[in-house]
């Protein structure tokens, strides 16, 4: 079966920097998304990763580990409007992406 | 460009109905996926469609049936409602088969009631 784990929730303070951590065990692997969905809206693409190592886009980073079935993201310099749910997603056969259950991420001025 | 547009955007049905509801890709993307989304819940693959054949199938039973059609549009049809199936449902698209360069592009999704 396909098992991707996330924090519920997690609170943070404006302009400090917050890790989401994700881990997964999937049957397969083509690559690891983040989406953003702020209440109310549909998920919006921030990152993606295939191989092992960090992939830096502006204040968000995101890495992975495919040996541990683990990955994060990282949030610098954090703003009011960043606060939405992270979802996490495994690729897991061209085109199926299974999805976490995402964290809230409430940031607090 | 106009994104990933869906209709309707709310439904209000009677258990036993049927629905369908309608997808329209990003212009030049071919393929189409449907998730359904349950509050508090990240979402659930239901089906992939990519140059009008089926690329896959989620852990859903056969109430739940799609199509694509030449313009790359797409309908998703679910029969026999349940009060279960009250979610949301969002279609995404994507160039390719959702590799690196080609993530899914999300509509706004339909919000489905079922009373």
């Known amino acids: 079966g396909q098992n991707i784990d996330q924090p519920t929730e997690m609170t943070a303070t404006e302009g400090a920097i917050v890790q989401i951590n994700c881990t997964y065990q999937?049957?397969?692997?083509?690559?690891l998304f983040w989406y953003q969905q702020h209440a109310g809206e549909a998920p919006t693409f921030l990152s993606y990763?295939?191989?092992?190592g960090l992939e830096e886009k502006g204040r968000f980073s995101s890495f992975l580990s495919r040996s541990k079935g683990y990955s994060y993201l990282l949030l610098k310099e954090l703003q009011m409007k960043d606060s939405a749910s992270y979802l996490c997603?495994?690729?897991?056969?061209?085109?199926?992406?299974?999805f976490g259950d995402g964290t809230t991420l409430t940031v607090k001025p | 460009d106009a994104g990933v547009t869906q209709s309707p955007t709310h439904l209000i049905k009677t258990r036993g109905q049927q629905v369908t509801l309608r997808c329209s890709p990003i212009?030049?993307?071919?393929?189409v996926s449907w998730y359904q989304q349950v509050l508090g819940q990240g979402p659930q693959f239901i089906f992939q469609?990519?140059?009008?054949?089926?690329?896959g199938r989620g852990n859903f039973p056969d109430r739940f049936s799609a199509r694509q059609f030449p313009n790359y549009s797409s309908e998703l049809n679910v029969n026999a409602l349940l009060l279960g199936d009250s979610a949301l449902y969002l279609c995404?698209?994507?160039?390719?088969?959702?590799?690196?360069?080609?993530?899914?592009?999300f509509g706004n999704g339909t919000r489905l009631t079922v009373t």
């Open positions: 995404a698209s994507s160039l390719g088969l959702a590799f690196g360069n080609s993530p899914l592009h």
């Open positions: 999937t049957s397969g692997f083509n690559g």
């Open positions: 990763n295939v191989l092992d």
């Open positions: 997603a495994v690729d897991t056969n061209a085109g199926k992406s299974t």
């Open positions: 212009s030049g993307h071919k393929s």
């Open positions: 469609y990519y140059e009008k054949e089926e690329r």
